[in-house]
């Protein structure tokens, strides 16, 4: 084991040596570019482009590049990368995560690495979590990449496809994750190439990178279309579900969050509903509704999970505590949310398309990230994205003093204890910023402080609108911020006049979450710059990691230490250690189930790439899809005539292979059994191919010219593959959801999801080809172009 450390360390050494000497090297052009003009510092955009197109590559530019830029922003923004930031930014462009403390500056260090890769003219990606930091970063770094004569376009959600199309156009593009993601699936919807929006992915830089690809990579992107649901049903389930009784009608597993019906349970739903058996085959639709309706009433919890705001349920995003507008829970726990608090039932919807963060951004030809926590989740990004986690060292050292947890036996003596903390440090004008888990809990808060008479701001997912401002000011004398969370990410909170005298921004965490992460976000607040700060984490044995994991330990261990005092407190490095455990279960059960997700949804990405690349060459053809068409009739009649000539050539079936052509084919009464009899396989199949090709033939007479045919076999091949293929979707949807039962049998859910997927797909590409055939042969032209 010790051998194992001492080669991991010296290779994170060894790693940090070898861009240290790149810095070196950029450092080395920094005189010269010092003494050019702003013309002549200008110009070399121009030079690098063209030296690029003469057969350098972009590592052979990046020292000149880099102390370009360098000197760019110096004269630009008044702001000159450090080395530090050089070595991170040389880490971008390599395509791998930077890990920066907090207020290192990240969004300075990117534009090295934005600057390079933009040179090669195929587009860069900065992603960041929210529109407010796009807006915002493009608008500052902007500035210094206009100046040397690149273009930057900003992508948000309220644009039309005109803009978005110019946005992407642009050598520098910042974007939201969720807008790109959107953006990808619509331009996989058009029907026409001039409509798609965005150029082929190449290379992303995404800022919070451990937000948007570890904390946001379960929830998978979805289009949705309206489709027939009923409302009535999930209002007779939450009227059954509110008259059970924990422990007797039902049962809740906290470690897991499932909720199940006990014997009493299913007894009470079968008399409710007037069943014989709840778990029939007829009830199928029923007991997903009951299943949907407990989770609403005894798992999602309002104000934590979800917020109603204007007679609306809205989603709470459990990692940074904003609200995710537009965002519903799938599979109908919404609209079973909606029954429970008397809300207007939305309708289902149908998926049409979806994709996860983790595929969308494995797409890319490159991609790294920045971040001030990604260390605890390497193992993700190496073994999911292939992307190594290099630690930066800080500019300055860190000043800041990080206090071991404190443990109280109750949430009250807990809250007690953070008022009386906030009073004493407020007293001195120290500035706090107190890290809350639920948007409920900073709500309770805030009152406490309001009965203290101590002004305050509280930053939820209730009010995020002025969050950056309120967090930029939270380093100032007497400040006190209450936030959920990550709430205001991304902005760097700097110390007033006079406050690093009296002990810099004091955090006070009020739980620990369950990622390790985001606690070092919350700490790593405080301290920027070599700044002083200062940490403390309340916890008490009632908080819901403590209840999950491990609580009953701990009470037995107060027992033996004879703590029994409802204030009495524990500030033990055992307390912290024995969390930081419970935080390591839930971070690998996190892990588990995001590796899932993603292992289910590769049988779909194997599957969407083929469709997409099907339509995408059925829009881009510009001459005749005669060689995707004459195929598909050819496949189809195959089928047919293989499904019905089995075993010696006098039991095969002739009657419904002219059925057949009859319906897709040929014109009716134009073959006969007569026609077939006598002939094998390949003859029966070439002789109905060519009837098929006459009617082609008569088609393409029938219209005026080449581009009026090309528009009609488009308009026949992409209507069905939509039509299809959202289905499609659907049944997969479904079939995920069920698969997991197949386990009870001994056979492996995923297993069994790849093999039945792969039937599924194949039985959909034959309905398209017979379809398409159909169409195509029995559509009459005229009315097709007049419709």
Known sequence: MANFLRTWIESDSRELKRLEK????????????????????????????????????????????????????????????????????????????????????????????????????????????????????????????????????????????????????ADITYSTNSELGFDY?????????????????????????????????????????????????????????KTLTEKTDYKVDLESKTISLTNAGIHKAEEFFNLANLYDAENTALTHHLDQSLRANYIMLKDKDYVVSDDEVMIVDSFTGRIMDGRRFSDGLHQAIEAKEHVEIQEENKTMANITYQNFFRMYKKLSGMTGTAQTEKEEFREIYNMEIISIPTNM?????????????????????????????????????????????????????????????????????????????????????????????????KLGPGVAEIGGLAVIGTERHESRRIDNQLRGRSGRQGDKGYSQFFLS?????????????????????????????????????????????????????????????????????????????????DKSLENVLKPMVKRTIQRVVEAHTLGKQEEWELEPIVDFATAVLVKEDELAVSDLTGKTKEEIIDFLYQKGMDVYDEKVKQLYDADQMLEFEKVVILRVVDNHWTDHIDAMDQLRQGIGLRGYGQLNPLVEYQTEGYRMFEEMVADIEYDVTRLFMKAEIRQNLNA
Do not use: C
């Open 22 to 169: 790149i810095a070196a090297k950029v450092e080395s052009h920094a005189d010269a570019m010092a003494a050019y003009s702003d013309e002549e510092l200008k110009a070399k955009t121009e030079e690098y482009k063209q030296r690029y197109q003469n057969g350098e590559t972009l590592n052979d530019l990046l020292p000149e590049a880099f102390a370009t830029i360098r000197e760019a922003d110096k004269r630009v923004l008044g702001l000159y990368p450090f080395k530090v930031q050089i070595m991170g930014s040389t880490v971008l462009h390599e395509g791998n995560i930077a890990e920066m403390r907090t207020g290192e500056g990240k969004t300075l260090t990117a534009t090295m690495a934005v600057y390079l890769n933009a040179l090669a003219g195929k587009g860069v990606h900065v992603v960041t979590v929210n529109e407010y930091l796009s807006a915002r970063d493009a608008a500052e770094m902007g500035e210094v990449y206009n100046w040397l004569g690149l273009s930057v376009g900003i992508n948000a959600s309220d644009m039309t496809p005109d803009e978005k199309r110019d946005a992407y156009n």
């Open 185 to 241: 699936l619509r331009d996989n919807m058009v029907t026409e190439a001039d409509e798609r929006s965005q150029r082929p992915l190449n290379f992303a830089i995404v800022d919070e990178v451990d937000s948007i690809l570890i904390d946001e990579a379960r929830t998978p992107l979805i289009i949705s279309g309206p489709s027939s649901g009923t409302t009535a049903l999930y209002e007779r389930a939450d009227r059954f579900v």
């Open 397 to 493: 050292p860190v000043a800041r003093l990080d206090e071991a947890d404190l443990l109280y036996p109750s949430l009250k003596s807990k809250f007690d204890a953070v008022i009386d903390l906030v009073k004493e440090l407020h007293g001195k004008g120290q500035p706090i910023l107190i890290g809350t888990v639920a948007v409920e809990t900073s709500e309770y808060l805030s009152h406490l402080l309001d009965n203290e008479g101590i002004p305050h701001n509280v930053l939820n997912a209730k009010n995020h609108a002025r969050e950056a401002e309120i967090i930029a000011n939270a380093g100032q004398n007497g400040a006190v911020t209450i936030a959920t969370n990550m709430a205001g990410r991304g902005t760097d909170i």
């Open 541 to 621: 044995l009632e908080d819901d990691l403590m209840l999950r994991f491990g609580a009953e330990r701990i009470k037995n261990m107060m027992q033996r230490m004879n703590v029994a005092d409802e204030d009495a407190v524990i500030k033990n490095k055992l307390i912290t250690r024995s969390v930081e455990s419970a935080q390591k279960r839930v971070e690998g059960n996190n892990y588990d189930s995001r590796k899932n997700v993603l292992q289910y949804d590769d049988v779909m990405r194997e599957q969407r790439e083929v469709m997409y690349a099907e339509r995408n060459q059925i829009i881009d053809e």
